[in-house]
Structure formats: structure tokens, C-alpha cells
């Protein structure tokens, strides 16, 4: 079983940053892929970004690219998300998420295992 717990939602207005955490208890998290999803009210589920076990193997929805930035820290067992730039349309909970094993990179909710309880970022005009 793995527990994912995020940090670092919270009120920002347009144009301004933010960075959300998120920390696993799984005992893999150094070879895990993870990623980030967020759903807005009356929205799907939307993949935002994904991060390999390298450092160097990022993946990023278009509506987020080169305003977002995904990261990990393996000593900490925990994956950032980096938010820049914030827009009105950002306004969402934000879900970190660990795939499974061979999925990692993937867009899919549904190629995810295990998530965390979920972040609110409100993001004000």
C-alpha cells in the first residue's frame, strides 16, 4: 500500500506561483513514474504532468507547458509541482498520482495506482 499526501494548495491570484508537494510512503518511490492530474467542478480528470524515475524524463499537457514545472526529489520520497503564471483556468484540485509499473509517462488516469486525497487551487481574476 502506498499513501500519497499533498501540500501546498491554497489562494493566488492570476499571474502569480505556486508550488504543490507531494509525499509517498512507498518503499519504490526512486523507480516509481509519478504524475499530476487535476479536475476542475463539472470536468474530468486531466493528465497536467508526468516525471520518470530520471529526473530528466518529464511530461507535460500543452495547456501547461513552459508555465508549469515537475520535479523530484528521491531522498524525500516526493514529487513538486512547480506553478508559474497561474491563470483563472488553472483554478482546480490537484492530484498527484504514482503509475503503474511500466506506465510511467503515461496521460491515462486510469494507468495510475495509486493517489493522494487531493489539493484545491483557486486561482483569482
Same mark, same amino acid.
Given at each position: 500500500?502506498? =499513501?500519497?499526501?499533498?501540500?501546498?494548495?491554497?489562494?493566488? /491570484?492570476?499571474?502569480?506561483? =505556486?508550488?504543490?508537494?507531494?509525499?509517498?510512503?512507498?518503499? $519504490?518511490?526512486?523507480?516509481?513514474?509519478?504524475?499530476?492530474?487535476? =479536475?476542475?467542478?463539472?470536468?474530468?480528470?486531466?493528465?497536467?504532468?508526468?516525471?520518470?524515475?530520471?529526473?530528466?524524463?518529464?511530461?507535460?499537457?500543452?495547456?501547461?507547458?513552459?508555465?508549469?514545472?515537475?520535479?523530484?526529489? @528521491?531522498?524525500? @520520497?516526493?514529487?513538486?509541482? =512547480?506553478? @508559474?503564471?497561474?491563470?483563472?483556468?488553472? $483554478?482546480?484540485?490537484?492530484?498527484?498520482?504514482?503509475?503503474?509499473?511500466?506506465?510511467?509517462?503515461?496521460?491515462?488516469?486510469?494507468?495510475?495506482?495509486?493517489?493522494?486525497?487531493? $489539493? /484545491?487551487? $483557486?486561482?483569482?481574476?
Amino acid at each position: 500500500q502506498v =499513501q500519497l499526501v499533498e501540500s501546498g494548495g491554497g489562494l493566488v /491570484q492570476a499571474g502569480g506561483s =505556486q508550488r504543490l508537494s507531494c509525499r509517498s510512503s512507498g518503499r $519504490t518511490f526512486s523507480t516509481d513514474g509519478m504524475g499530476w492530474f487535476r =479536475q476542475a467542478p463539472g470536468k474530468e480528470r486531466e493528465f497536467v504532468a508526468a516525471i520518470g524515475w530520471r529526473t530528466d524524463t518529464t511530461y507535460y499537457a500543452d495547456s501547461v507547458k513552459g508555465r508549469f514545472t515537475i520535479s523530484r526529489d @528521491n531522498a524525500k @520520497n516526493t514529487v513538486y509541482l =512547480q506553478m @508559474n503564471s497561474l491563470e483563472p483556468e488553472d $483554478t482546480a484540485v490537484y492530484y498527484c498520482a504514482r503509475a503503474r509499473p511500466g506506465y510511467s509517462g503515461s496521460y491515462f488516469p486510469a494507468e495510475y495506482d495509486y493517489w493522494g486525497q487531493g $489539493t /484545491q487551487v $483557486t486561482v483569482s481574476s
